[in-house]
Structures are given as C-alpha cells and as structure tokens.
C-alpha cells in the first residue's frame, strides 16, 4: 500500500488550496481516507475523513472550509481547503485505515497507512 500527498504550498490567508494523495494497493469500498496535520511544535490532528460509505466527518475548526471527496476511479482522495488561515499552516498527511470504527474516525492510531506529509504554509 501506498499513498502519496501532493498539492501542498504557499498562499495567503483567505486562498484557498487542494490537496491530492494517490493511493495504490487501497480497495476504497472498503476504506476510510483521512487527512490529518501537524503544525510545528503540535501533535498531529485529524481534519477530516471520508468512510468508504461516503459519510464524511470534519475537525470543528475546518468545518465550513475544508472538504473531502475521493475519486474512485482514479484511487486518489483529495481536501479542498477554502478560505485559509495562518492557523492551518502545517504539514498535512493523508492517512488510510482499514478497520476504523466509527466512534473513533478522528484518532489517528486508527489509521494504519500514511503518506509522507504536504507542507501547507499560510503567511497573513
């Protein structure tokens, strides 16, 4: 298994930014995908993640910017991130699981395949 994040870089407060991970080795109906992140001196945080139903779940603190959705066809998950904040500057991590419970979708030791990080830096 494989997964690899793109699409990471520098803008400014109010852009907005899309993140790819292409995966290989997945079965996506059987799958959750997430995106998780982690600022510098923080621990990684989950931002949101899509369960192979299609239900999507979000970080209170993305909720209304941020959007996940995942191409099937394409075995590729991507986030949508829309009017950015200094505070989402981090390195972003793409994350798949394949026995996440569903009262546990936002901790991140459920997930047992990552990427290797997208650095998303917002300047003010």
């Known amino acids: 298994v494989q997964l690899q994040a793109s699409g990471g870089g520098l803008v400014q407060a109010g852009d907005s930014l899309r993140l790819s991970c292409a995966t290989s080795?997945?079965?996506?109906?059987?799958?959750?995908l997430g995106w998780f992140r982690q600022a510098s001196g923080k621990e990684r945080e989950f931002v949101a993640t899509?369960?192979?139903?299609?239900?999507?779940y979000y970080a209170d603190s993305v909720k209304g910017r941020f959007t996940i959705s995942r191409d099937k066809a394409k075995n590729t998950v991507y986030l949508q991130m829309n009017s950015l904040k200094p505070e989402d500057t981090a390195v972003y991590y793409c994350?798949?699981?394949?026995?996440?419970?569903?009262?546990?979708?936002?901790?991140?030791?459920?997930?047992?395949?990552w990427g290797q990080g997208t650095l998303v830096t917002v300047s003010s």
């Open positions: 899509i369960r192979y139903s299609g239900h999507t």
């Open positions: 994350a798949a699981g394949t026995g996440v419970i569903l009262s546990s979708v936002r901790n991140r030791d459920q997930y047992n395949y």
């Open positions: 080795g997945l079965t996506f109906s059987h799958v959750t």
